[in-house]
Antibody, heavy 122, light 107 residues
C-alpha cells in the first residue's frame, strides 16, 4: 500500500523554525517528484514546494521562497521541508503529496499524507 | 500564475441529485486539470486527473470533462458520502494552482 506519513509539526513562535518530515512507503520513492501543499484553517489548498525525484531541482511558491527549503533523502524514502522565519500566516496543515506520473515535474497529486499542523503564535 | 475560478462556492443538494461544479482557468491549460474531494479533517482525495480520467477506485458517478479553460465535475447521482468540499487544480504550468473550492451540503 502506498503511504505517506508526515511528522514534525507543532507550536512555534514567530521567527522560529521547524523541520517537517514525510516518510514514504509502497512505491519507488526516488522515481517520483514530491510536493508539499498547505491548508490554513478553514481555507483552501496552497502549493508550497516541489522537488524532482533525484533531488537536483526544486521549485517553491513565491510566498515561501528564501524561507522554506524542500529536500529529500532517497536512501531513507523521506521528504523534508525546512521552514524558517515563520510568520502567523504560515499557520496551516502541511501535507506531503506524491505526483501521479513517474518523472513528472508538474502533475496532479494522487497520494497525500494525513498532514501535520504548524501553528505560529507567541 | 494561472488563476482557477470555481463556481458555485457552495451548493445544497439532495441524495440522488445530479450536481455540476465548474472550474475556469485564466488561460488555456489543455487537459492538465485535476479534481479533489476533501472531507472535514481529512486529506484531499484525487478523483479525476487529465480532466476526465478516473483515479483508480473512484465511483463512476464522478465525471470530469472539459479542456482549454472550461471544466466541469459532475456527480450523476449524489450519495450521502459525497457531501464534502471539491477543489480543482491546474498543472499545466508552475506553480500548480487550486480553485477556492465548492462545498456540497445536504439540502
Amino acid at each position: 500500500e502506498v503511504q505517506l506519513l508526515e511528522s514534525g509539526g507543532g507550536l512555534v513562535q514567530p521567527g522560529g523554525s521547524l523541520r517537517l518530515s514525510c516518510a514514504a512507503s509502497g512505491f519507488t520513492f526516488s522515481s517520483y517528484a514530491m510536493s508539499w501543499v498547505r491548508q490554513a484553517p478553514g481555507k483552501g489548498l496552497e502549493w508550497v514546494s516541489t522537488i524532482i525525484g533525484s533531488g537536483a531541482n526544486t521549485y517553491s511558491a513565491d510566498s515561501v521562497k528564501g524561507r522554506f527549503t524542500i529536500s529529500r533523502d532517497n536512501s531513507k524514502d523521506t521528504l523534508y521541508l525546512q521552514i524558517t522565519s515563520l510568520r502567523a500566516e504560515d499557520t496551516a496543515v502541511y501535507y506531503c503529496a506524491k505526483l501521479v506520473t513517474r518523472d513528472a515535474l508538474n502533475d496532479a497529486f494522487d497520494v497525500w499524507g494525513r498532514g501535520t499542523m504548524v501553528t505560529v503564535s507567541s | 500564475d494561472i488563476q482557477m475560478t470555481q463556481s458555485p462556492s457552495s451548493l445544497s443538494a439532495s441524495v440522488g441529485d445530479r450536481v455540476t461544479i465548474t472550474c475556469r482557468a485564466s488561460q488555456g491549460i489543455a487537459n492538465f486539470l485535476a479534481w479533489f474531494q476533501q472531507k472535514p479533517g481529512k486529506a484531499p482525495k484525487l478523483l479525476v486527473y487529465a480532466a476526465s480520467s478516473f483515479q483508480r477506485g473512484v465511483p463512476s458517478r464522478f465525471r470530469g470533462s472539459g479542456s482549454g479553460t472550461n471544466f466541469t465535475l459532475t456527480i450523476t447521482s449524489l450519495q450521502p458520502e459525497d457531501f464534502a468540499i471539491y477543489y480543482c487544480q491546474q498543472y499545466n504550468s508552475l506553480p500548480p494552482t487550486f480553485g477556492r473550492g465548492t462545498k456540497v451540503e445536504i439540502k
